[in-house]
Structure formats: C-alpha cells, structure tokens
Antibody
C-alpha cells in the first residue's frame, strides 16, 4: 500500500533552516509529483510547492520544481530517487513559519489534480 | 492569484443534509477537490474531480460544480462527519494548488 512517512518534529531558532523528509513506498516514486503543504496552528492549508521526482532535464539532480511566490528564495525542494525520498528545506525561519508541514502525492502532472496520499505531517516550531 | 471562498462554519443536525459552498471566479470551468480534516490528522480527499469519490468514501458525500460555486453535500450527516472541510483547485496559470479557507462542520 502507498505510504508517505515524514521525519520527526523540529524546534528551530529564528533565522535557522529546517529540512523535512518524506519517504515514500508502495508505488514508483518517479511516477508522481510530490507537493508540500503547510498548516499553521488553528489555520487553514497553504500550498508551498511541488517537485517532479523524475530524473531528467538539464540538471539531472534538480528534477523540476515550482514554489509558491511567498516562499520563493527561501524554499528548496529536492529528492533522492535511490531511496524514494523527497525533501523540503526552508531557510530564514521566523515564528510565522511555525506549522505542520505535509507532503502529498499529486494525482496529476505538474500542479494538476489533487493529493491522494498524505504524510502524517511534521511539526516545525520556530522559537527563541 | 486565484481565490477560493468558503464560509468559516456550517452547522447541521444529525440525519440532515449539510451543504458547504466554495466560491471562485468561474470555478465551474475547473475541477474542484474536497478534503476532510479531523483534529490532529492529515487531510483526506472525500471528493475529487468535482463529483467523484475515492474508494472507501461513503456515498453520502457528493459534489457539484457550476458557475461561480462548487458545493460539497453530505447527506444523512453523522457525528463522525464533524471536521474541517477544504476545497482545492489547480490554478493553471501559476501551476499551483489553491485552497479555500476551510469550513468547520458542526453536528448539533
């Protein structure tokens, strides 16, 4: 069965960076885009970006990404196809970045479709 | 950027029908997906592609989409349906997911 398992909770100081992992199993990792969505305490869902895990393009290590404008310059999504794992790194953390971060498998190419399987979520707390 | 509007809350008595709207400019021309999220859990798709249900989702959950409003309808509401519900679309211009603000369903 399809499973997305995320790394554990993190506590970071303001200005630091955090890297969250999302390990997939039960399907071919490179066949589906991976999205990242976050949810601040008591708030709604906010899309962060997607990564195309398929190895290809000019930079075979890049894979293709698209980030929400709000996070441009601060977020980097990568993947390691050898272990079917996607990563999301967010830098320049502020208290506003305190949230649960989810990975979600996309049903369509690029941003189309929806998220049919989700990770359990990773709580990132930014506090001095 | 594309904006989806949902009411913050909807209340319904057990056994009645709940309707949760999701408003957006010409939303009827795109596919709408609906998630259910219970406290402390990840979202779960209950309706995708306007009106399709994933396997395991009860037939009580249905969706429609026309004009400027998409609607999630939950028939014969049960206490276990209490949750937050989010609509989501793909904004093809920016190639990103857009979520509505979410609606908290209360079963009276």
């Amino acid at each position: 069965q399809v499973q997305l398992v995320q790394s554990g909770a993190e506590v970071k100081r303001p200005g630091a960076s955090v890297k969250v992992s999302c390990s997939s199993s039960g399907y071919t990792f490179t066949d589906y885009f991976m999205h990242w969505v976050r949810q601040a305490p008591g708030q709604g869902l906010e899309w962060v970006g997607w990564i195309n895990p398929y190895r290809g393009g000019i930079n075979p290590n890049r894979g293709g990404t698209n980030y929400a404008q709000k996070f441009q310059g601060r977020v980097t999504m990568t993947r390691d196809t050898s272990i079917s794992t996607a990563y999301m790194e967010l830098s320049g953390l502020t208290s506003d970045d305190t949230a649960v971060y989810y990975c979600a498998r996309g049903t369509g190419p690029y941003g189309s479709g929806t998220g049919d399987y989700w990770g359990q979520g990773t709580l990132v707390t930014v506090s001095s | 950027s594309y904006v989806l509007t949902q009411p913050p809350s909807v209340s319904v008595a057990p056994g009645q029908t709940a309707r949760i709207p999701c408003g957006g400019n010409d939303i009827g021309s795109t596919s709408v997906h609906w998630y259910q999220q219970k406290p402390g859990q990840a979202p779960v798709v209950v309706v995708y592609g306007d009106s399709d249900r994933p396997s395991g989702i009860p037939e009580r959950f249905s969706g429609s989409n026309s004009g400027n409003t998409a609607t999630l309808t939950i028939s014969r509401v049960e206490a276990g349906d209490e949750a937050d519900y989010y609509c989501q679309v793909w904004d093809s211009r920016s190639d990103q997911w857009v979520f509505g603000g979410g609606t908290n369903l209360t079963v009276l």
